[in-house]
């Protein structure tokens, strides 16, 4: 017998159904995950959005490793990239050049291929991808499986949002800066292979909605409440000082507005120290929820690879409140 033919192999694929589509819109998850077999689903997930940072190569890893991050954190692992780009007709074109050239590298990085891309005239630069992922069907991990007595573990500092407001400002110190670069940069492939192998029960990735925000998305496709310990939470050099100064994205206020009475916060807490949870992430950590007992293992791996993890709360059942943040 020859091999399939094309018409065969699409035969072999399932009707397409409501009921192969794994994850949706219901949860406000990372990404779609839809069945294709017992053992296959893919993991579809864009994500692109303006400079964050002036030089154009750095920008491209950023925006590339951001977008690769919702695959991770459904627990899957990137396949194809197709770059997705806005460009201004008054910049040199060798600027999107290096934009691009960021993104393949850091989606090589990752073991997964571009594969080709759109490119349309606009006012102001963006970049990011439309990334398509597998993922074995029965080892989704979506951000509504936490239930109470999980620890939740993030695995990113905060900050990037403050400490880029702080850029532009010309107030950013140098070491603020170099440290915000490299946490956008950092993908979150061993973070992920790390949740994996911890059976984490539940993920999502920090980005812009901030902490609080994806925090409250966790709990509220789980039916559960969550309660952080504020001074446990990672936050990168300097970002606290500078919350303090005023080096607030807009984007963090409109977290707060957003979130509103859903979550409740400890009277000594500081206004600067709230508001850096608040803070809109770039390419931010993974907030993994997973059972008490195999947390410190998680952790002590992440921290041998040099990352920053830390246990910054635990889940429990639904309260009045959706998230309390304790000091």
């Given amino acids: 017998m020859g091999p399939a033919t094309l018409s065969q192999v699409l035969r072999q694929l399932p009707k397409i159904s409501d009921e192969n589509l794994l994850v949706g819109l219901e949860t406000s998850d990372d990404a779609a995950v839809y069945r294709l077999s017992d053992e296959l689903a893919i993991i579809q997930t864009v994500d692109f959005f303006t400079p964050v940072v002036d030089d154009p190569y750095t920008f491209g890893q950023a925006a590339a490793a951001n977008a690769l991050s919702d695959v991770y954190a459904m627990g899957g692992r990137p396949l194809l990239a197709l770059n ?21 590298d850091k989606v090589r990085e990752a073991g997964a291929i571009i594969a080709g891309g759109h490119t349309v005239q606009d006012d102001e630069p963006k970049y990011g991808l439309a990334v398509t992922g597998v993922v074995h069907p029965d080892e989704i991990i979506t951000n509504a499986g936490a239930r109470p007595g999980d620890l939740l573990v993030l695995t990113k500092p905060l900050g990037t949002g403050i400490i880029a407001t702080a850029v532009k400002a010309e107030l950013a110190p140098p070491e603020s800066r170099t440290a915000a670069i490299a946490a956008m940069c950092a993908l979150n492939k061993e973070a992920a292979a790390a949740m994996r192998e911890a059976r984490a029960t539940a993920c999502t990735d920090i980005t812009g909605f901030g902490l609080l925000g994806h925090a409250a998305e966790m709990a509220e496709a789980g039916g559960v409440s969550i309660i952080l310990h504020r001074r446990a939470v990672p936050l990168l050099p300097g970002t606290l000082e500078l919350a303090a100064m005023g080096m607030i ?7 707060r507005e957003h979130l509103g009475g859903r979550v409740s916060f400890a009277a000594q807490i500081p206004a600067a120290a709230r508001l850096t949870l608040y803070d809109p992430q770039t390419s931010g950590g993974l907030l993994i929820a997973l059972p008490a007992e195999r947390a410190p293992r998680l952790t002590g791996e ?14 429990t059942t639904r309260r009045d409140w959706l998230i309390r943040v304790e000091e």
């Fill in 249 to 255: 994205p807009a984007g963090a206020y409109s977290n």
């Fill in 302 to 315: 992440l921290a041998e690879k040099g990352m920053a993890a830390a246990v910054v709360g635990e889940i």
């Fill in 84 to 104: 997705i780009a806005c460009f201004p007709n008054c910049l040199p074109v060798d600027v999107l050049g290096k934009i691009l050239a960021g993104g393949a």
